[in-house]
């Protein structure tokens, strides 16, 4: 099989990269990242050379029609994932341009380049599929009980969300319209090695580590249906190769939690391995709330069980203190992605011999 990968050097694509090299001998990966400060291509150093031999990047963003019209001429892909998004709430409350400009519009570049070259007669190349990968903030906030379900309506409440409902809907009519061969998937909060920094988990692990205050936001009562990210990784990979066109998974990992009380666990934690009585509650500081923020997202995920067997295999505990200590023996990583240091080191070494 190959596979387009999008936002590989991201968070969710770089372990994305791994889980697929790792479990498929055959699999030959093509991945495409604009590496925006979010996307490290140092991510996918550790890379067997094996591994390595299966996959190319290309430096490149999905707006850019020119170059997916090359890399689709260039390469006979099954398959395409797309991960490539602007990820971060605040930033878009802050701004949402560069959301609409990269969530939607960049979407719709890929479904056009591979619709243009999927296509075949009246119909479609056999054995293709594309893959949104979406998140459950498109169904917008939860009371406190029930959980999104794929019949849940769309009602996205932040900028991101609106953007990634909007690239959804976009999918959708690729679908209904053309008979694209595409699914979403649309997955709780992810947690593990990668992440950049300005997420909860690794943001307080960092804040934590420096003594540094942990800002909660409003009462820290939201809740938050945490998975960890090979989980998701899996789950993408069963819809990639079993998902029906078409077809809407749901992935979560029936874990929910609120911040304040994740906080309180990740400090229990870090206080043990590190051994330094500095860390602990009394970094916890309260801070003004987010806008229009969230109070609870939680997920259904029999859809994907029932029709493709999938499960989340982690439990968070274990998956918590894996994740602190790729953090802990990783302190450079984390100060190397904040200051854009392996950027400069990209371009240094690598983009220059293109
Ligand atoms: P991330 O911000 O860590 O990574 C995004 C990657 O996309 C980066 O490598 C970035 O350089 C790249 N990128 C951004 N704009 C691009 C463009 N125009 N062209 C090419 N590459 C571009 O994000 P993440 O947390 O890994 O999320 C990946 C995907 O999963 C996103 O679509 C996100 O909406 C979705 N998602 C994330 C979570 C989560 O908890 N992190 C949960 C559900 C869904
Ligand atoms: O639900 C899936 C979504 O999860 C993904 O689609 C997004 O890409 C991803 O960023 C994540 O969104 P959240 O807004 O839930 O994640 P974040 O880590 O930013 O925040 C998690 C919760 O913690 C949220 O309720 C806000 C709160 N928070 C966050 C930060 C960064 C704080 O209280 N303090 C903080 O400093």
């Known amino acids: 099989m190959k596979l387009l990968v999008t936002g590989v050097a991201g968070f969710i694509g770089s372990?994305?990269?791994?889980?697929?090299?790792?479990g498929d001998p055959a699999l030959v990966l093509v991945g495409l990242d604009k590496l925006t400060y979010a996307g490290n291509y140092d991510n996918l150093s550790r890379l067997t050379p094996d591994q390595r031999d299966r996959f190319s990047f290309v430096r490149g963003d999905i707006n850019d029609r020119a170059l997916l019209a090359q890399l689709f001429g260039q390469h006979d892909f099954e398959g395409v994932v797309n991960f490539a998004a602007e990820s971060h709430v605040d930033r878009a409350i802050h701004d949402a341009q560069v959301f609409l400009t990269t969530n939607v519009l960049g979407t719709h570049a890929l479904l056009e380049a591979a619709a243009r070259a999927w296509r075949s007669g009246a119909g479609w190349l056999a054995g293709r599929r594309y893959v949104q990968v979406s998140t459950d903030e498109v169904y917008g906030s939860l009371g406190q009980?029930?959980?999104?379900?794929?019949?849940?309506?769309?009602?996205?409440?932040?900028?991101?969300?609106?953007?990634?409902?909007?690239?959804?809907?976009i999918v959708q009519?690729?679908?209904?319209?053309?008979?694209?061969?595409?699914?979403?998937?649309?997955?709780?909060?992810?947690?593990?090695?990668?992440?950049f920094p300005e997420k909860l988990i690794p943001l307080m692990i960092r804040n934590a580590l420096r003594h540094e205050p942990l800002p909660v936001y409003g009462d820290g009562r939201q809740i938050r249906d945490w998975l960890y990210v090979r989980d998701h990784c899996r789950a993408i990979e069963l819809v990639l190769r079993r998902g029906r066109p078409g077809e809407v998974y749901n992935i979560g990992g029936h874990n929910e939690l609120e911040n304040l009380e994740l906080v309180r666990r990740l400090l229990q934690v870090l206080g043990q391995r590190t051994g330094d009585p500095a860390i602990g509650e009394g970094l916890i500081r309260h801070v003004a709330d987010r806008p229009g923020h969230?109070?609870?997202?939680?997920?259904?995920?029999?859809?994907?069980?029932?029709?493709?067997?999938?499960?989340?295999?982690?439990?968070?505990?274990?998956?918590?203190?894996?994740t602190i200590d790729w953090y802990l023996s990783n302190r450079e990583w984390t100060e190397r992605v904040i200051s854009g240091e392996y950027l400069a080191f990209y371009e240094q070494n690598y983009a220059a011999r293109g």
């Open 173 to 195: 009519a690729f679908h209904h319209t053309f008979g694209l061969p595409a699914c979403i998937t649309r997955c709780s909060n992810n947690y593990g090695p990668y992440q």
């Open 145 to 169: 009980q029930g959980f999104f379900s794929e019949r849940s309506p769309l009602a996205p409440r932040n900028p991101y969300a609106a953007s990634k409902a909007g690239a959804d809907h």
């Open 15 to 22: 372990n994305f990269v791994y889980h697929m090299l790792e």
């Open 294 to 322: 969230d109070r609870r997202y939680a997920i259904d995920a029999g859809k994907i069980q029932a029709e493709l067997g999938w499960e989340p295999l982690t439990r968070f505990e274990g998956g918590l203190t894996q």
